[in-house]
């Protein structure tokens, strides 16, 4: 079973960095897109960033200030987070769309349990 771990979430000052992990487990063969999403209370859940299986990124808040990368070898998605404002502030999800697996064939669209960001100003 497909399953996303995120981790490195946590409290910090306006101007701070923090670096997002997500481990995604379960017999994985590859991943197509990879993502990262954010969400507070009584807003949808937005999307941040997205990388490809070819490394291609796309950034939909924080260009300039936040990196995506991944590591097929090891399934992980990071989100490097620079210079963050309290507007950052959010429980931020990892989340894939299609993973070839060894067992379970192809399954889409896998969520992690999230990581809350808090800038403080």
């Known amino acids: 079973q497909v399953q996303l771990v995120e981790s490195g979430g946590g409290l910090v000052q306006a101007g701070g960095s923090l670096t997002l992990s997500c481990v995604a487990s379960?017999?994985?063969?590859?991943?197509?897109?990879m993502e990262w999403f954010r969400q507070t209370p009584g807003r949808q859940r937005e999307l941040v960033a997205r990388?490809?299986?070819?490394?291609?990124t796309y950034y939909a808040a924080g260009e300039g200030r936040f990196t995506i990368s991944r590591d097929d070898a090891k399934n992980t998605l990071d989100l490097q987070m620079n210079n963050l404002k309290p507007e950052d502030t959010a429980v931020y999800y990892c989340?894939?769309?299609?993973?070839?697996?060894?067992?379970?064939?192809?399954?889409?669209?896998?969520w992690g349990q999230g990581t809350q960001v808090t800038v403080s100003s």
């Open positions: 989340h894939v769309d299609r993973v070839a697996t060894v067992y379970e064939g192809i399954v889409y669209d896998r």
């Open positions: 379960g017999n994985i063969y590859s991943i197509n897109d």
């Open positions: 990388i490809g299986s070819g490394g291609n």
